[in-house]
C-alpha cells in the first residue's frame, strides 16, 4: 500500500461533470489498494471571481486579511462537492481545510510561507480509511486569521503535504497532459517530456510554460519529492519532475515564452562608483524583482542602465526611480513594453559552447533582431519585440529540437 497526493487545478474541477470525473480518478486509485490524500483549487475562475467582488467595493486597497478570507472561499466549495461526488461513488471521505488539515503558515497576507504542517488529523484520518480532500492554497497563520498562498499556490500546497506525510508520489493534474518543449498551442512540433530535472522545471516555469507553480518546484527539489504532471481527462502518463533524470542526447530542453517583460532604461546616470547600489537598493526596498540588467559603456561621464521587469512590477519600478531624483539625478526615464524573453533552458549547457550562437543563427536566418541578452547556467535568454516573439519560438525550437 502506497500513499498518494493527487492535487487537481480548478479547470479539472470546473463543474458536477468534471467533479465526478475527479472523484472516478480518486476512487480507482483507493480501490487499488492506496491511501489517498487530494489538495483541490476553486473551481473553474472562482478565485478570480472572488477578485473582481472584492474590486467591486474597493478597487485600490481592499483589506489583505480579508481578500484571504474572501479568497479561502473558493477552495471551501471544491472540497465539500468532491466530497460529496466520492460519498456518491461509495467510498468514505472527508474534507478538511488548510487549517484542519494542519497548515500553519507565516502572516503575510496573500503571499503567506507554511511553516509547518501538523499532520496528525490527516494520519487519523487515512487510519479510518478515509480518502481525505484539502483546500489548497489555505492555512492559518499564529493569530488564528486565514491566509493564502499566492496564486497557484495549491500546487504547493499539494507538494507540502507530500513532503510532511512522505508520500511515495505526488501528482499534478491539469487540463495539459504534461510538459512540452514548447508550447503545443503554438508549436505543432513541440514534443512531450518523459522527465525533467527540478532545475530545468524551474527555469521553464519562471520562463512562463505555465504547468506548474514556481514555488511549488522548489519545494519539491528541497525535499526531494517527485512530481507528476499529468492530464486529468486522459488517463495515460505525463511528465516525471525530480533530480535526476535519463540522459538523452538533447541538450536542450525546452523554448519558453515570456510576454509579461517592461524595459525600463534610466537614462544619462553620472559614471561613478555607487551609483548601480544605490538604484538596485532602491528597487529592492520597493521590493521589485529585477531580471535582465544591462549598463552601457560610460561616456563623457554619463551612463545608461537597462533593466526588465514583469509587467505587475512596472509601477513599483517607476515608482522607486522617481523616488530617487534628488538623491542622484538621471536626464531620462523610457519604459518599453513591446519586448518579449525567449529563452532556451538545458541543465549542462555551459560545458557545451555553440548553444549560445547556433540560438542567434536561428534568430538571425528569421530575420528577428535582439535587444538584450542574458545567460545562466540553464538558460539563455534574448529580448526581442512581443509581435515576433511567436515565430522566434518555433525558429529556436527548429533548430535545436526539431
Ligand atoms: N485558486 C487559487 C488560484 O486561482 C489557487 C490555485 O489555483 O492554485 O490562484
Ligand atoms: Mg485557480
Redesign the pocket.
Known amino acids: 500500500m502506497a500513499l498518494i497526493v493527487k492535487k487537481f ?2 479547470s479539472s474541477v470546473k463543474d458536477a461533470e468534471h467533479v465526478m470525473n475527479v472523484a472516478g480518478i480518486v476512487v480507482d486509485e483507493y480501490k487499488a489498494g492506496n491511501d489517498v490524500i487530494v489538495v483541490v ?2 473551481q473553474g475562475d472562482t ?1 478570480d471571481d472572488l477578485i473582481e467582488k472584492a474590486k467591486e467595493i474597493n478597487s485600490a486597497t481592499p483589506l489583505k486579511r480579508e481578500m484571504d478570507m474572501l479568497m479561502t472561499a ?2 471551501q466549495i471544491s472540497i465539500a462537492l468532491l466530497a460529496m461526488a466520492i460519498d456518491k461513488l461509495g467510498c468514505p471521505v472527508i474534507s478538511l481545510l488548510g487549517w484542519q488539515a494542519g497548515f500553519s503558515t507565516d502572516s503575510h497576507h496573500g503571499k503567506a510561507r507554511i511553516k509547518k504542517i501538523n499532520t496528525e488529523r490527516m494520519k487519523t484520518e487515512l487510519s479510518k480509511g478515509n480518502i481525505i480532500i484539502v483546500a ?2 489555505q492555512g492559518l497563520n499564529k493569530y488564528d486569521d486565514l491566509t493564502t498562498l499566492g ?5 504547493t500546497s499539494a507538494v507540502a503535504i507530500a513532503a510532511a506525510m512522505s508520500a511515495d508520489r505526488c501528482q499534478i493534474y491539469t487540463d495539459v497532459d504534461g510538459v512540452y518543449t514548447a508550447d503545443p498551442r503554438k508549436v505543432k512540433n513541440a514534443v512531450k517530456m518523459d522527465e525533467v530535472q527540478y532545475d530545468e522545471m524551474l527555469e521553464m516555469a519562471t520562463l512562463g510554460a505555465q504547468v506548474l ?1 514556481n514555488r511549488s518546484v522548489e519545494m519539491a527539489k528541497k525535499y526531494n519529492v517527485e512530481l507528476e504532471v499529468l492530464s486529468s481527462l486522459e488517463r495515460k502518463p505525463g511528465t516525471i519532475i525530480k533530480e535526476h533524470v535519463k540522459m538523452e542526447k538533447t541538450l536542450i530542453r525546452g523554448v519558453a515564452k515570456d510576454t509579461s517583460v517592461t524595459t525600463i532604461s534610466v537614462v544619462g546616470l553620472k559614471d561613478q562608483p555607487g551609483v548601480a547600489f544605490k538604484l538596485f537598493n532602491k528597487l529592492a526596498q520597493y521590493k521589485v524583482n529585477v531580471d535582465i540588467i544591462l549598463q552601457s559603456v560610460g561616456r563623457h561621464g554619463t551612463k545608461d542602465i537597462t533593466f526588465t521587469v514583469s509587467h505587475e512590477q512596472m509601477d513599483d519600478a517607476i515608482k522607486a526611480m522617481e523616488s530617487m531624483k534628488g538623491v542622484f539625478d538621471y536626464s531620462d526615464l523610457k519604459v518599453n513594453n513591446g519586448l518579449s524573453k525567449i529563452s532556451i533552458v538545458g541543465a549542462g549547457m555551459e560545458s557545451n559552447p555553440g548553444v549560445a550562437s547556433k540560438m542567434f543563427e536561428a534568430l538571425y536566418d528569421a530575420d528577428i533582431n535582439i535587444h538584450m541578452i542574458s545567460t545562466s547556467e540553464t538558460k539563455i535568454s534574448v529580448l526581442i519585440e512581443t509581435e515576433l516573439a511567436d515565430k522566434a519560438v518555433q525558429a529556436v525550437h527548429d533548430a535545436f529540437i526539431g
Open positions: 487545478g480548478g483549487s476553486a478565485t473558493g477552495e489548497g492554497f496564486r497557484g499556490g495549491s500546487d507553480n
